[in-house]
Nanobody
């Protein structure tokens, strides 16, 4: 069983930055891809960013490319999402996912475990 705990969300103004963290326990993600998704009320969870098991490859949604950066620290079993130049439309709950396999994936179904989510609110 894997437990994921996200942190780092909060309220910021447009243009500011936040760094989300996702700490995994119960299993190392050294051989698993990790991902960040986000979900607005009443909408489907959507892909934000993913990082492969090796940490060498990453992928981003077009809406965050150039502003967000995903990274991982295998020693700390933690994945991060650095969010810069935040916009009001980035206001949603962000979730960390632990994938079944090691290759990065944008698909929701590739992720076996999820954290409880962390709220990000960007004011204009």
């Amino acid at each position: 069983q894997v437990q994921l705990v996200e942190s780092g969300g909060g309220l910021v103004q447009a243009g500011e930055s936040l760094r989300l963290s996702c700490a995994a326990s119960g299993r190392s993600f050294r051989f698993s891809a990790m991902g960040w998704f986000r979900q607005a009320p009443g909408k489907e969870r959507e892909f934000v960013a993913t990082i492969g098991a090796s940490g060498a490859r990453t992928a981003y949604a077009d809406s965050v490319k150039g502003r967000f950066t995903i990274s991982s620290d295998n020693d700390k079993n933690t994945v991060y999402l650095q969010m810069n130049s935040l916009k009001p439309e980035d206001t949603v709950v962000y979730y960390c996912g632990f994938a079944v396999g090691g290759y990065l994936s944008t698909r929701l179904g590739s992720y076996e475990y999820w954290g409880q989510g962390t709220q990000v609110t960007v004011s204009s």
